[in-house]
């Protein structure tokens, strides 16, 4: 059977070389740290992840945490102001339940599936050289990472790209000790424009169920100030006060808030960033990306992990049905820009949560406060961004969208 390797022991490298596995196919995965490591390390996202990418785990039958995580039931959706409060307030439950497990206990739990089901995980780094000799010991080499000298493999694509710094300094934060909602459990999404956004929901850590919190703060704007946090204790205090100042119909829900742990915080500036698919080593050869090497999201929609698992499961298919072929650059071109198809959705999804909304959305939004049928399809949307690609970029359309429910209502 084919040999495939893959560098990177993420959401996307882990659930395919599980795929593969599960096909007959000898797969290596090459990680920089154990799971141990990774384990008792920091938190390494929010990943909060919805149906469509959850059942492509439960088709490999590595969906563990599915009894015991708390599910995202819904979504809801505020923008407002300390001096007005919510101007636009609005709510929906989701066709199916999402939900969010830390990376901390899903990838070492899946480095131990994988080894289980006789992959060969390895531990190091790998350079040029390294990636060299790995093109030469298999059929395929995909890079799922990108770390170091790697990621200077896959060239910005420009023309893909919206944005060419980033659009928010962002701080994560995992807590216990938050109130619980009266309704139902959600992605909730608080704006301040201008300013920046709150978002958060529940999830499962080492230490049980738990929330997290995601503060969006518009670069040089009020909220940030993190570069003076220095500990774990200080993060915890700035969120809490952050959300006090400019999200205060929010905050009696966080008033008796505690870290997970010291290891339960991250901050950083992410640039949105879309990648040329193909790598050309050196010599000449040619290794494919995979997941956030080639579309990088901010994480204000939570679409990465999601992006991951779809892109994964595309490759899977991909790969078992090109047989014995060679993978050639042309069936990695054909690969990446079915990748695109999907993944641009996504892209322009989150894009358009970090800029003003034009006229024809803040209208759609508005109509949301009314309407419950645009705000499930809203709610909707976070599963399969693509569900919006036929009218919420387009004023007419939108329009239109508008009033055939209202007329079906």
Request: aromatic fraction near 8%.
């Amino acid at each position: 059977m084919r040999n495939i390797t893959i560098v990177g022991a993420g959401q996307a490298g882990l659930q395919l070389g599980i795929g593969l596995l599960n096909k007959g196919y000898t797969v290596r995965i090459i990680s920089n740290r154990t799971g141990e490591e990774i384990a008792k390390g920091k938190i390494l996202s929010s990943q909060s992840m919805y149906d469509m990418a959850l059942n492509h785990e439960r088709e490999l039958g590595i969906a563990f945490w599915d009894a015991e995580c708390p599910p995202i039931e819904g979504a809801h959706i505020r923008a407002g102001n300390a001096e007005t409060g919510p101007m636009l307030d609005f709510r929906s439950r989701m066709s199916a339940n999402g939900q969010s497990v830390d990376q901390r206990i899903k990838m070492p739990r899946w480095m131990d599936e994988f080894e289980r089901l006789g992959g060969d995980l390895v531990i190091g780094d790998v350079d040029m050289a390294e990636l060299e000799r790995l093109v030469d010991t298999s059929d395929l080499v995909l890079v799922a990472t990108g770390k170091g000298e790697l990621g200077k493999l896959f060239e910005r694509d420009s023309a893909r790209c919206t944005f060419d710094r980033p659009q928010r300094a962002i701080a994560l934060t995992y807590v216990h000790g938050m109130v619980p909602r009266e309704d139902f459990t959600a992605l909730n999404i608080n704006i301040n424009p201008g300013v920046g956004e709150l978002v958060h929901f529940p999830a499962l850590t080492h230490t049980g169920p738990c929330d997290i919190i995601n503060i969006e703060c518009v670069i040089g704007g009020p909220m940030d100030r993190w570069d003076a946090v220095k500990t774990p204790a200080d993060h915890l205090a700035m969120t809490k006060a952050l959300i006090a100042e400019f999200f205060p119909w929010e905050a009696p829900r966080f008033r008796d808030i505690r870290l997970t742990d010291d290891n339960g915080i991250l901050f950083g500036r992410v640039t949105p960033t879309v990648r040329n698919a193909i790598g050309v080593l050196p010599s000449g050869r040619t290794v494919l990306g995979l997941g956030d090497v080639l579309v990088l999201n901010d994480p204000m929609t939570g679409q990465g992990s999601n992006n991951a698992s779809k892109g994964a499961s595309m490759y899977l298919e991909a790969i078992v049905s090109h047989g014995q072929a060679g993978f050639d650059r042309a069936w990695m071109e054909a690969l990446a820009e079915q990748y695109w198809d999907y993944a641009q959705w996504s892209a322009r999804f989150t894009n358009s949560m970090l800029v003003p909304p034009p006229p024809h959305v803040m209208q759609f939004l508005g109509t949301c406060c009314q309407n419950g049928t645009l705000a499930h399809r809203f709610a909707d949307a976070f599963n399969d961004p693509k569900s919006l690609s036929s009218w919420f970029y387009d004023p007419e359309a939108t329009a239109r969208v508008i009033e055939e429910t209202a007329l079906s209502a």
